[in-house]
């Protein structure tokens, strides 16, 4: 166990609905990235937070968005859902050191886009 | 931008023996982490073992090392001994020390299978 954890485990939604997934960091990190794994695939980097200001954006469109709270948990949402949207969202927490942070990930939540 | 290639979509292994998984990575930067992570049917991301780009010495975790080739850009890892609970994906990371944020950059998978 990381110390990472996700809300919900699971989620169905249908196209065009709205949806919001929860991160709470380990204990002592700042900073918060959001991956996306389509089934059979890796990780694709979504964004990262830190000391709630996005700190780098990979190649999704606007309507993914995030935002870190004071205490470093995090949120993720999706706009406007689309099928291809169906996949497990995973967040991992990080504490800089120089260069040396490594991500410790979350068990992610399941989203299915019907 | 950065490229990690896992050419082995999946390998078999019988228990207490070796297997080696390969990653191959593209990038035009000198210094840069490497991992590898392990993602059980649980579906939870663990952190293997991790290489410094700027070491040459292979890292070691238990069971777990990595033959890395940085001129080859070569990043395999060796399990040894394995073990049923070693049955999982695996997939190699690849970070840049030099560009702002530390995102991931993921290999497509490779599926282990142990056999008893």
């Known amino acids: 166990e990381t110390g990472v954890t996700q809300s919900p485990t699971h989620l169905i939604k249908t196209r065009g609905q709205q949806v919001t997934l929860r991160c709470s960091s380990q204990?002592?990190?700042?900073?918060v990235s959001w991956y996306q794994q389509a089934l059979g695939q890796g990780p694709q980097f979504i964004f990262q937070?830190?000391?709630?200001?996005?700190?780098g954006r990979g190649n999704f469109p606007p309507r993914f968005s995030g935002l870190q709270f004071p205490n470093y948990s995090s949120e993720l949402n999706v706009n406007a859902l689309e099928l291809d949207d169906s996949a497990l969202y995973l967040c991992?927490?990080?504490?800089?050191?120089?260069?040396?942070?490594?991500?410790?990930f979350g068990p992610g939540t399941r989203l299915t886009v019907l | 931008a950065q490229t990690v290639t896992q050419s082995q979509p999946e390998m078999s292994v019988q228990e207490a023996e070796t297997v080696t998984l390969s990653c191959t990575y593209d990038t035009s930067e000198s210094d840069y982490y490497l991992f590898w992570y392990k993602q059980p049917p649980s579906r939870q991301m663990i952190l293997v073992i991790r290489?410094?780009?700027?070491?040459?010495q292979n890292a070691t975790e238990n069971r777990f090392s990595v033959n890395f080739q940085k001129a080859a850009k070569s990043f395999s890892l060796k399990i040894s001994d394995s073990q049923l609970g070693d049955a999982a994906m695996y997939f190699c990371a690849y970070r840049s020390r030099e560009a702002a944020g530390n995102k991931l950059t993921f290999g497509g998978g490779t599926r282990v299978l142990v056999k008893p």
């Open positions: 937070y830190y000391r709630e200001e996005e700190n």
């Open positions: 290489q410094e780009a700027y070491k040459q």
């Open positions: 991992a927490s990080s504490r800089p050191q120089g260069g040396a942070d490594t991500q410790y």
């Open positions: 204990s002592g990190h700042n900073t």
